[in-house]
């Protein structure tokens, strides 16, 4: 079973549609990343609502864009836990789904004192999200303003998402991440705004990015791909923006900040997503 049987009928248009995961994070700080075979002590633990398709679509919500949800979680603690998290957030659960078939994805996290961490992915629910649960969310896929997708579900329904959502004139956004080598080219071609890390553009063109001319280079060669317009960002050293119209790379710096923990999408998302919910602004007027 996915979502409800009797589904309402959803006349809302969504600003953000994001089909993507949810993980529960399990993270536990120690002094140091213990070795293989050890056992060590940690000093703090905490459960955390993580996978970056959940933490985009909140953050969203968070900026004022009115947002939904399409996933799949597992019919246990954490699944219930995750769907009153959006709910509390201002997040639509309406598709939602919740299984008997898997457990919730989760992510045990440890973190050392020097912020660096080690992380295993059980992807669980999410990669039970399919073609039928995307029939049932065509209607708020194909109305929305902006449709957002990533990898951490299975690629044949990210695709198929985002063929929904373009073949019906919404604006899509797609963060290739976990990037692939060898990624369909399809995805290029049905994705409005292409948005990457220094580290996927390099898997996906071949190009080490480590500066603003190597992130231009990478971003020529995904606008060749078939992107309409391609955002590469570079951490604490900001973003290149590039398009089909405006291939002259254009450099956004951020303010420096210390990161306290860079676990999966600390740091990530708040940049994201604030892309997002302008992009979503500027779409509608």
């Known amino acids: 079973m996915s979502f409800p049987a009797n589904l309402p009928s959803d006349s809302v248009v969504y600003d953000v549609v994001v089909v993507g995961s949810c993980m529960t994070d399990l993270v536990s700080y120690t002094p140091r990343l213990p070795k293989a075979g050890e056992t060590i002590h940690g000093h703090k633990f905490f459960i955390g609502f993580g996978g970056k398709g959940a933490n985009q679509c909140i953050q969203a919500a968070r900026l004022g ?113 976990p990037a692939v080598a060898d990624l369909d080219p399809e995805f290029y071609k049905e994705t409005d705004v292409f948005c990457c890390n220094e580290t996927e553009a390099e898997i996906l063109t071949g190009i080490e990015v480590s500066n603003v001319d190597h992130a231009g280079k990478a971003g020529s060669i995904l606008l060749e791909k078939g992107c309409c317009s391609v955002i590469i960002t570079l951490g604490a050293e900001g973003s290149v923006l590039m398009s089909l119209d405006k291939r ?34 500027n779409w509608t007027k």
């Not at 246990?76 to 008997?100: A, C, L, R």
């Not at 450099?251 to 994201?272: C, E, G, N, Q, S």
């Open 65 to 177: 864009a009115k947002s939904a949800m399409v996933s799949k979680v597992g019919k246990d603690s954490f699944g219930d836990n995750y769907i009153e998290n959006f709910k509390s957030n201002g997040v639509s659960t309406v598709y939602v789904g919740q299984t008997d078939e898997a457990s919730t994805g989760v992510a045990p996290i440890t973190v050392n004192d020097e912020g660096q961490n080690a992380i295993i992915i059980v992807a669980g629910a999410n990669l039970l999200l399919n073609s039928e649960d995307l029939e049932r969310a065509s209607q708020v896929i194909g109305c929305a303003k902006v449709v957002v997708c990533q990898l951490e579900i299975r690629p044949a329904i990210t695709l198929e998402a985002l063929k929904i959502a373009h073949k019906a004139g919404a604006k899509t956004i797609f963060n290739p991440a």
């Open 248 to 281: 002259t790379p254009h450099y956004i710096p951020t303010r420096k900040a210390k990161a306290v923990d860079t676990t999966v999408t600390a740091l990530w998302v708040p940049w994201h997503s604030t892309w997002l919910t302008i992009l979503a602004w």
